[in-house]
């Protein structure tokens, strides 16, 4: 036996020779052959997923060099991603001899994955007759895994809906969906035929009280679907209206009119509620001058309250009252002017006293020539209307005879005596007049001169 396995040793040596001979004259490269896989995103792939790598010895090694928008391990071994599309990836194998092979491999990345819905929300009511909304926003870990900016208005809708009665779909999918309302069910059936209106934007608008059962369907842009339902109640929201309310227009001589007449209200709900109009008047002061709210509310059967009021203006159409403490006045020529304010006063029943705004006009009076003249005081009160009096005024020839109680005396501004020249009384004022002008204007002697 030994002598056996001695003849054999030289043979073996001679293959091992000639299989190393063959070896080192090895110069082709692995052979990469495509797969053309089709995967879920976020599947992650080995190579072996993606090709067949061979060699007609053996491979030393094969990694991913490039994958388009995949994410490659840190070895090389597998790529993932995160994104339907199709893609193109590069395949670097070698064997032990350094032979190298660099392959480009079609990889198709589906998405079969339902939207993942996370949360709805909005309201629990809403009026009949307002538009309701629906939008949808990726929720933010969502968005994060998928490289996206989670403030981008692109990816969440909600950042530009700032008002009014919205439905917000928060989702999670690796692409944007588009909603829809696919079914409206109302309390006690599956499905409603009428009582709202389906918009072409999918806004929803109710026509009829009740409650709601909405179907939401979410499809993502590959076409797959979820669906959530989300409950409503609808509600009466809308406020009753009141008409004819037109302005009235009094005078203060005109009795209260009914402030009820030609004014009705209606509510969309119940119809016909002028019945129940409350109306507060208390404001307005009959015969009184002035501009009065009269105050009107009504209630629906729903608690929806409307309030307003119309004005209401009792126009002042009596003129100021002028009255004069004496009807005439008897000059002499050369006397001065009278004061002619201290004779006069003037009231108004909405404005009061208006004495000191009474004008007077003696401008017809001619004081140097004898005659009989008119001096007309006039008032304007506040509502524009306008009272004259007229004041007569004679003026006599000076009385050429020493007896009859002629001569000059003197008066002042504000007093209501005659004095003679020189009395003490005339040290702030002195007006020149005939005794005779001053008796008859009402003035008497001064105690202290004793004019003559």
Known sequence: MRKRLMKLVPVFAAMLLVLGSCSLLDST?????????????????????????TDEYEVAEAKFQEGGDGTISE????????KPGDYTVTIVAKDQRDNAAEVE?????IDSTQPQIIAVSGPESIGYGEPLSIISYKSNADMVGAGRDSTSADNNEENTI????????EYEDVSNVELSIGAVGEEGNATASDGYELGNDSSLTFTRLGNYVLTIDVVDEYGNSSSIQKAIFVEDRTLPQISGLEKIVLTEHDTLPDFMNNVSAV?????????????????????????????????????????TSRVVQIQDTTPP???????????????????????????????GDLSSKVSID??????SSPGTYDVTYSVTDGAGNTSTKTLRVTVRAQSTSSSGGGGTVYITRTGSKYHANGCRYLSRSKIPISKASAQAQGYTPCSVCHPG
């Open 75 to 82: 070895g090389g071994e597998t790529i993932s991603f995160q």
């Open 29 to 53: 490269p692995p052979e990469i052959t495509p797969k053309s896989p089709e995967v879920e995103y976020g599947t992650t792939l080995s190579i072996s997923d993606v090709a067949d790598v």
């Open 362 to 367: 003696d401008s017809g009076v001619n004081y």
């Open 267 to 307: 509510d969309e709900i119940d119809g016909d509620l002028t019945q129940v109009i409350d109306v507060d008047y208390s404001a307005v002061k009959a015969g009184v001058p002035g501009t009065y709210n009269v105050g009107y509310s009504v209630s629906d059967a729903a608690g929806n309250i409307f309030k």
């Open 321 to 351: 009252v002028i009255t004069t403490s004496q009807n005439s006045v008897t000059l002499t020529v050369g006397d001065g002017k009278p004061n002619y304010k201290s004779l006069v006063s003037a009231q108004d029943a909405a404005d």
């Open 162 to 169: 700032d008002d009014g009665d919205v439905i917000r779909v």
């Open 105 to 109: 491999c079609p990889v198709s990345v």
